[in-house]
């Protein structure tokens, strides 16, 4: 499985910015994805994720009710909506894909980078205050 982030780049604090994440190689769509992100001299931290149905997301409590994942298995694209981005949201950005595609127990394992397989390449996000 071949993971692209693309999206990224500088924005005003308050603005908004879309990242993408293509996938090949393999079948989206049994796929649990996430994305995670590594601030600069900081360890990589969990942003959200999205299990493969769609039906069932998950946020870190610092990007909840600004940031929201979404996914297109037609198109085999994740997406992560940033709105009301702020410098602390300045990071390099990973997308990240499991392999099986369960459903975990308990479910909040889905927010655990040792949970997924596959990781895209990062695409820098940086807010200017």
């Known amino acids: 499985v071949q993971l692209q982030a693309s999206g990224g780049g500088l924005v005003q604090a308050g603005g908004s910015l879309r990242l993408s994440c293509a996938a090949s190689?393999?079948?989206?769509?049994?796929?649990?994805m996430a994305w995670f992100r590594r601030a600069p001299g900081k360890v990589r931290t969990f942003v959200a994720a999205?299990?493969?149905?769609?039906?069932?997301?998950y946020y870190a409590d610092s990007v909840k009710g600004r940031f929201t994942i979404s996914r297109d298995n037609a198109k085999n694209t994740l997406y992560l909506q940033m709105n009301s981005a702020q410098p602390e949201d300045t990071a390099v950005y990973y997308c990240?894909?499991?392999?099986?595609?369960?459903?975990?127990?308990?479910?909040?394992?889905?927010?655990?980078?040792?949970?997924?397989?596959?990781w895209g390449q990062g695409t820098l996000v940086t807010v200017s205050s």
């Open positions: 190689g393999g079948t989206f769509s049994n796929r649990n």
């Open positions: 999205i299990e493969r149905s769609g039906q069932n997301t």
């Open positions: 990240a894909a499991d392999r099986t595609g369960r459903t975990y127990s308990p479910p909040t394992r889905i927010t655990l980078a040792s949970t997924f397989n596959y």
